[in-house]
């Protein structure tokens, strides 16, 4: 198991600038659960003077407990016993004790303490505005429930509202970060890791190095102690109170249905309650609005695409291999039926990796333009007159320019073919956009023509090896 820390050194970064200042500091970090907000806390206060507290989904009564105890723990350590009843006098304890010294306090999973009781962040606040703010102390709050964050503690009508110095929305790994928690993979392999976990760094950290790719996805997926095995259904539970009406949207997208109607046809939901669910679910970050890149403002053009690569790999393929699973055939299953269609399952994600990898190097010497915006064109082909996309499109709004491109992840070399496909669609965005250059992503290389001719026909190569 990869026990080191691994990544984040931009948000360590700027949590270390702000220790670096003798003035109260308020962080607010937030994130998808699995994500690594803990973590990154414990790897930010290591040799620093802290109080930790993690609430927990229970009771205010119990919560105030458990954080008296972290407090007196750090003040009163030869006193035994010594308990406090209510937030109020927590703070005036860390108030009073603290003096001038610096001190770091994290309330980690915040909304199961303030949810309980919406009084704790105006005393929270009182705390702030009264004494805090002349202290060295460095408040950071942590919750994994986005909405909750966004809604009651970023948004003006918190209490809490204008004292945050920072705060940090901390996102999955992208494709070249997940990386270095398999460093001696091969870049293919690489790139499946990343596309079964999503970026997520407790997935990745779960990957064996020493271990085969195929291994360690039998392990955390294909047995019954797996921990990716119960995972959907474990993360739905905590977040939502109709975990299985959820489960269900999420098979449907993972499935093929991208929008609203096919969803309420797939589920046999009623349109209103489809509606809800995804809103939430977008909440939450397991899925996420895809729109035309070049028709933003067009509502009736819309996707919904799983945004976690997790939930997409478990819902493609656990639910048919349940059975198996449980009779300990799970390795059996992921041989015949799961890895033969690895490649097909890698096609949307390998695309998403492209976008990133083209915004990633938009400003480089090798780019047409000045990409400041990458997305998906989809839509019909008016001559044609049938539905089509585009993979990756990249946008130099400020110019009118554009680039188009087009991924492949198969074991095939790509031909001259894609790429007349891929002339014949430029056509297809909006007129205010001209197109300077071609784009081609493959994980197996290009035909000899391609090689021979990309440059005349001003197109760019990109090998996987290459993204990595």
Same mark, same amino acid.
């Given at each position: ?17 702000? #220790? ?26 290591? *040799? ?7 609430? !927990? ?6 919560? !105030? ?16 016993? =010594? ?14 004790? $603290? ?48 909405s909750f964050m966004i809604d009651e503690v970023l948004?003006?009508k918190s209490p809490i509202y204008g004292r945050r110095?920072?705060? $940090? ?43 085969? &790719? ?20 474990? &993360? ?18 993972? *499935? ?17 309650? %489809? ?10 970050? !397991? ?18 695409? =799983? ?23 799970? +390795? ?12 097909? #399952? ?11 990898? @083209? ?14 915006? %990458?997305? +998906? ?12 996309? $585009? ?27 894609? @790429?007349?496909? &891929? ?14 250059? #071609? #784009? @081609? ?22 090998? &996987?090896?290459?993204?990595?």
């Open positions: 198991m990869c026990k080191r820390f691994i990544g984040r050194e931009q948000e360590l970064k700027s949590l270390e600038e702000a #220790y670096a200042k003798n003035s109260f500091q308020m962080c607010v970090l937030y994130g998808r659960r699995r994500v690594g907000k803990t973590a990154l806390i414990n790897e930010f206060i290591k *040799n620093k003077e802290h109080i930790f507290f993690t609430a !927990i989904k229970g009771s205010l009564g119990r919560n !105030i407990e458990l954080l008296s105890e972290c407090v007196t723990e750090f003040f009163y350590p030869d006193v035994p016993g =010594l308990m406090f009843t209510d937030f109020k006098a927590i703070l005036n304890t860390i108030t009073q004790r $603290i003096g001038d010294k610096k001190l770091i306090f994290v309330i980690d999973e915040l909304p199961y303490l303030a949810g309980s009781d919406e009084s704790l962040l105006s005393l929270l606040q009182s705390e702030i505005d009264r004494n805090w703010l002349n202290k060295n102390i460095f408040l950071i709050l942590s919750g994994s429930s986005i948004s003006a110095t920072m705060q $940090i929305d901390l996102k999955p790994f992208d494709y070249i970060k997940a990386a270095d928690f398999v460093p001696d993979y091969t870049p293919e392999e690489k790139a499946i890791c990343y596309g079964v976990t999503g970026g997520i760094a407790k997935y990745l950290s779960m990957f064996n190095p020493d271990k085969s &790719l195929d291994d360690n996805i039998v392990d955390l997926y294909f047995t019954p102690s797996g921990f990716l095995y119960e995972e959907p259904h474990n &993360l739905l539970v905590q977040e939502f109170r109709n975990a299985p009406v959820y489960g269900d949207v999420i098979s449907a997208i993972a *499935n093929g249905a991208n929008k609203a109607v096919e969803i309420k046809d797939k589920t046999g939901l009623e349109a209103a309650s %489809v509606h809800n669910v995804l809103s939430h679910l977008t909440e939450t970050r !397991i899925i996420e609005r895809s729109l035309c890149i070049t028709e933003e403002s067009n509502k009736k053009k819309v996707q919904y695409i =799983l945004s976690d690569g997790m939930f997409s790999f478990w819902y493609r393929f656990i639910p048919r291999a349940i059975p198996q699973i449980e009779i300990d055939n799970g +390795k059996k299953y992921y041989q015949s039926f799961v890895k033969p269609k690895m490649h097909e #399952y890698m096609g949307s994600i390998f695309e998403t990796m492209c976008r990133y990898y @083209l915004l990633l190097n938009s400003f480089s010497d090798l780019s047409p333009c000045m990409i400041t915006e %990458v997305g +998906k064109w989809f839509g019909t082909d008016p001559q044609k007159r049938e539905q089509t996309d $585009i993979d990756v499109v990249g946008l130099d709004k400020e110019e009118g320019k554009a680039v188009i491109g087009e991924c492949k992840f198969k074991n095939e070399t790509m031909d001259k073919s894609v @790429l007349d496909v &891929l002339i014949s669609r430029d056509g297809l965005l909006d007129k205010k956009y001209s197109v300077v250059s #071609y #784009y @081609l992503f493959s994980l197996s290389g290009f035909s000899d023509w391609l090689v021979k001719n990309a440059e005349e026909m001003n197109t760019k190569l990109i090998s &996987l090896n290459e993204m990595y």
